[in-house]
């Protein structure tokens, strides 16, 4: 891999990270505002899928006559699939963040790699010998897991802004998060099963048609009523993150997964929590101590071990494959 590459790939990495990382603090921003929060994710995804099909169309431009030939696109079910929980997943995150604090629902949803762990390895069968193709295996999942967790309580029981976000309300948001991070998990891995069937597809093309139709069902519950109610400033934030927070991020997040090898591209997940935490203490005045740094530390290791460990797992799986 070329080292220009790779330059290409952390770049793009950081740089998503950074918009993925500032996104759930300005949409606590706008809740705190009183801006609905289905309105927020509605409006997030119609832009997303705009600035994605405007990347498409500057790309055909740019690229005319060196276009790699893809195959067609088909609605297949677990396209579909995907789609819905990511439409729910934005859907619940977006609301949560109206009780809880940005780093908690951020750290919460980083939590996904190791929930797509955990339900791989107990509903697709026809992949556990990807997941975990002996013991050593299992037993990694196990420690992950049991990192996360704790990493997740200290989180999750922290007192110490309750002046900001009182303990019961931060618990309702909380468990939003968690519900809206298990439909983020479902996305991950009907993307994924999605991606091998047909792996021939654009994948930006897939990410705006995913956009797209996961805006259907938000659509059903975004109060178009309140949209004259905004302000120029309201409107500045939610185009920011439609744009960079959605779009753009998603584009550049496609571009590091080309370039970069999982160990490197999994380790932006460090950084996404790192900025959101950082940007709420300046913006929001979070307060630290050591249980959320410790939980929230851990939670963020145990999400990079799992993806490292599912990477390690596969790569085992595919040379007994060439063995037999």
Partial sequence: MKFSTRSVGYAAGLLASFFWGIHSVIIRHLTQQGVDPNLIAGLRLYIGAAT??????LQRVTRRGKEKKTAPFTFHPLFI??????????????????????SDANLIQNFSPVAVLIMSSI?????IREIAPNTKYWMSIFQIVLVGSIGASLV???????AIVPSQQKLQGDVMAFVGMLFFSLFVIFSSEFSKIQPKISSLWTTM??????ALP??????????????????????????????VAYWLWIIASKRLNVVP???????????????????LDLLLDWKIVLGGAL????????????????KYSKSLTKVH
């Fill in 52 to 57: 994605i099909f405007v990347i498409l169309m």
């Fill in 81 to 102: 699939l995907a789609a819905l929980s990511l439409g729910i997943n934005f859907l619940l995150f977006q609301t949560g963040l109206q009780y809880t604090l940005a």
């Fill in 123 to 127: 509903f697709l069968r026809h992949r």
């Fill in 156 to 162: 999750l029981i922290t007192d110490v802004n309750n």
């Fill in 209 to 214: 048609l995913t956009l797209a139709v996961a």
């Fill in 218 to 247: 938000v659509s059903l519950l975004v109060p178009f009523r309140d949209l004259p109610g905004l302000t120029a400033d309201q409107w500045y934030f939610i185009v920011f993150i439609g744009i960079f927070s959605t779009g």
């Fill in 265 to 283: 591209l999994t380790l932006n997940l460090v950084y996404i929590g790192i900025i959101t935490v950082l940007t709420e203490v300046f913006f």
């Fill in 299 to 314: 939670m963020i290791a145990a999400s990079v071990l799992a993806e490292i460990t599912n990477e390690k797992a596969r």
